[in-house]
C-alpha cells in the first residue's frame, strides 16, 4: 500500500516505511466501522424515574447482572457519501421515533470526535425486543463501543458507560462485565457502572420465561415520566440505599436467600410504583402472577430461586446452575409460558473482529 508522507510535496511512502504511529492512524481513518456486542442486564435494585431528565440523573442507585446467551451485535460503518445515519435492526429498515433516537445518540459521539460524517447502523438482537427484556440497554451499549472505535476514540470503560447511558439509562449497565452497579458521582453528576463481581463469581442462571413478545404499550422511557405521580414513588426511593447495601452483600457473600429476598421486594415496590402511577400502568399479566406464585411454592420445597420483572409482562426467574435444568422444565408446564430463555451471567461489552457477522 502506498501514501503520501507529506501533504504538501508529492513524494509516496511504503506504508511499512512509516512510524507505527503513522501507520496507526493511516489504519483509524480508513477503517471508520467496527462491530461490538454487548449482553442485556437484569436489575436486581432497579431504576425507575429520573431526577434530572436532561443529564439523565437517575431517582436511585441499581444494580444488575448481565445476560449470556443473549446479545445485541452491532456495525457501525462510517461513510462520507451519506446525509444521514440509517438504522437497519434484525433485517428491517428503521425509520421515525427509532431512527431519530439512534441519530441523537449518535450526535453525542459525532461530538466527542468532532466529525460530521453519519453512519450505517446495523444491528441484530438475538432475543424478543421490546417485551421487557431491556434490548434498548445491550442496544446502546453495544452502539455506543462500535460508534466510538469506528471513529478510532478511545474512551475508558468509565467514559464509555456514561456515554451509553444517555441512549437509555440501563445501557450503562451493560458495559461492564459480570455483576455492575450504576454509580452517580455526587459533585459532577456523571453516571456511570462499575463491575462489583465479575461475570464467574457466582454461577446463577437467569431463566425468562416469555409469555409476550410483543413490544409493551408503554416503554420505559414514557413510564419512567410518570414515577413521580405514584404516592409510592418516594418511600421507594427513601429506602433504597438499604436495599443497594442488602443486594451488593448478598452477591459478594453469594447469599441467596438475601438476594432472592431483596429482588423480589425491590421488584414489587416498583411495580407498585407504575400500578399507583396517574394514569397508572399494568406490565403483569395473569401468566407472570402465575410464574410468580410457582416461584414461591418452588422456594418452599427449597429451591434457591426467586423472580423479578421489569417494564413488561415476562418474568425473570433467577436460580443457580445446579437446578436450572429443572426449573426451566417446570416453568414449560406452566400454561401462558411460551418460551424459556436462559442466561448465565456475561462479561463486559466487546469489540468483535470486523468480519464476524453483525
Ligand atoms: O434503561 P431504560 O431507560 O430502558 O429503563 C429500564 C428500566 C427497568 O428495566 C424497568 C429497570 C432497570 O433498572 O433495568
Known sequence: MWCVSKANTF????????????????????????????????????????????????????????????????????DSDLKEDTFTLNGDHVTGQGLLRVQHFMDRIRRLADTTRHAHITSHNNFPMGAGLA??????????????????????????????????GSACRSIPGGFVEWLVDPLTGESYAVS???????????????????????????????????????????????????????????????????????????????????????YWQPESLAVMSAVKAWQQEGFPITFTLDAGPNVHVITTQGVSKEIINRLHRIPGVLAVLTGAPAGAARLLPQDSPS
Open 11 to 78: 513524494q509516496f511512502t511504503a506504508f511499512h516505511q512509516l512510524t507505527p504511529l503513522a501507520q496507526y492512524g493511516i489504519l483509524l481513518v480508513m477503517k471508520m466501522h467496527a462491530t461490538a456486542l454487548a449482553h442485556p442486564n437484569i436489575a436486581f435494585i432497579k431504576y425507575w424515574g429520573l431526577e434530572d431528565e436532561a443529564r439523565r440523573i437517575p431517582s436511585n442507585g441499581s444494580i444488575s447482572m448481565n445476560i449470556g446467551g443473549l446479545a445485541t451485535t452491532t456495525t457501525v460503518a462510517f
Open 135 to 168: 434490548s434498548s440497554a445491550s442496544g446502546f451499549a453495544a452502539l455506543a463501543l462500535a460508534g466510538t472505535a469506528a471513529l478510532g476514540l478511545e474512551l475508558t470503560d468509565r467514559q464509555l458507560s456514561s456515554l451509553a447511558h444517555f441512549g437509555s
Open 196 to 282: 462489583i463481581a465479575p461475570f464467574d463469581h457466582w454461577k446463577l442462571v437467569d431463566c425468562i420465561a416469555i409469555l409476550s413478545d410483543q413490544h409493551k404499550p408503554v416503554g420505559s422511557e414514557a413510564g419512567m415520566r410518570m414515577a413521580g405521580s405514584s404516592p409510592l414513588q418516594e418511600a421507594r426511593v427513601a429506602d433504597v440505599d438499604r436495599r443497594l447495601e442488602t443486594c451488593r452483600q448478598a452477591i459478594l457473600n453469594r447469599d441467596f436467600e438475601s438476594l432472592a429476598k431483596v429482588t423480589e421486594l425491590d421488584s414489587n415496590m416498583m411495580h407498585a410504583v407504575m400500578m399507583t402511577a396517574d394514569p397508572p400502568l399494568y
